[in-house]
């Protein structure tokens, strides 16, 4: 059977989700990293973004770098990446939305999304499909 439904499609970051990475470090540190990473050579987190590293990597990298224990840091990002604030009542509004639409979410997240926040936020409960870096998490067939 074709899918007769429009598609909806929602992006993760800056619209269901304005949270960010190490949000919870310490202010200068939160500086340096968004120094490090988004405001001179953006080609780390591109390629973070391409799969070319994984989480781990790239914490690795910034402990080095802002001299903060990996381990803190790490145990930091992956709090940051599992609870990442989300508006219940715009998840609600979404699956209500299915049963004229076909609600998907797609983001173009970092391996991070597969492996904290997609879990430990249980967007299966609201989304048709969600597809994250080319990879569709939801089993739901279109």
Request: hydrophobic residues 40%.
């Amino acid at each position: 059977m074709v899918n007769e439904k429009p598609i909806l499609f929602c992006d993760f970051d800056g619209v269901l989700c304005h949270d960010r990475y190490w949000r919870s470090v310490p202010a200068d540190k939160l500086e340096a990293i968004q120094e490090l990473l988004f405001l001179n050579d953006t080609s780390l987190v591109n390629d973070w973004m391409r799969g070319k590293h994984t989480s781990e990597e790239i914490n690795q990298f910034i402990s080095e770098k802002i001299d903060m224990p990996f381990n803190k840091l790490w145990d930091i990002f992956i709090n940051d990446c599992k609870n990442m604030r989300v508006s219940l009542k715009a998840l609600e509004k979404l699956h209500q939305l299915r049963s004229k639409y076909t609600v998907i979410l797609i983001t173009g997240n970092m391996d991070s999304f597969t492996r904290f926040t997609h879990p430990e936020l249980m967007l299966d409960n609201y989304f048709v499909s969600i597809a994250a870096k080319g990879f569709t998490l939801s089993k739901t067939k279109l």
